[in-house]
């Protein structure tokens, strides 16, 4: 295959696992006569519609309105909501508008607003908040220049992630513009609250954990 497919790798960012700092690394492949980029979590879109090989059930329960709410009926729009809160839990782990009942420990409550939060994430190629957040802002400079190598080695017109959407039409201007907050942070931002909750305290540990490491 090292003749139909080439690649560039990035060490991404370190964490300490079992006490051992750990690089992980992103690798992406170019398929020459498809001109496609396969990535795994550099780049992604995730769709405003509900993917065909999702579980009804699990989509039914996230949709709830709280966690002490019967499960909703079968239906195309509880579906959906199920599927606009489940991608918010997985890409920011405590999403801003999912609040602890005080009133009742263990209940979890979704307030308005959330969908919002979905539209500021959907149906647009961008860098995956906890892959923006946890590990590219370790070494920006370090990732920026492996941009700039896959964007100018190869002439793709798509891009196949692993996860969510794919394939994507994208060329390697669009891959490079994913990358903007690197040189400004306040570009292509996500909500702050969203943010702040679920992956900041995780990001504030390893960049902490990164340079005790470097010091020692």
Do not use: M
């Not at 729009?77 to 609040?99: A, D, M, T, V």
């Amino acid at each position: 295959w090292i003749h139909e497919i080439e690649y560039q790798s990035l060490v991404a960012g370190t964490f300490t696992i079992g006490g051992v700092p750990t690089p992980l690394c992103e690798t992406v492949f170019f398929h020459k006569r498809s001109k496609s980029l396969i990535v795994t979590d550099a780049v992604a879109l995730i769709p405003h519609q509900v993917p065909e090989l999702n579980n009804p059930a699990n989509l039914l329960l996230i949709a709830k309105q709280s966690t002490s709410d019967p499960q909703p009926a079968d239906t195309p729009e509880h579906r959906l909501i199920g599927w606009k809160k489940n991608c918010l839990l997985i890409s920011y782990f405590f999403p801003e508008h999912e609040e602890l009942d005080p009133d009742h420990p263990g209940v979890v409550t979704w307030t308005e607003g959330w969908e919002d939060n979905f539209d500021q994430l959907a149906g647009r190629l961008l860098v995956p908040p906890v892959v923006r957040t946890l590990l590219y802002q370790q070494n920006p400079a370090k990732v920026k220049e492996w941009v700039h190598q896959v964007s100018s080695r190869w002439d793709f017109d798509s891009i196949i992630p692993a996860h969510w959407d794919a394939p994507i039409a994208a060329t390697p201007t669009e891959f490079q513009n994913c990358f903007r907050f690197l040189d400004d942070d306040t570009l292509d931002p996500f909500p702050v609250n969203d943010v702040k909750r679920g992956l900041k305290p995780l990001s504030d540990l390893a960049l902490k954990g990164l340079s005790s490491s470097s010091s020692s």
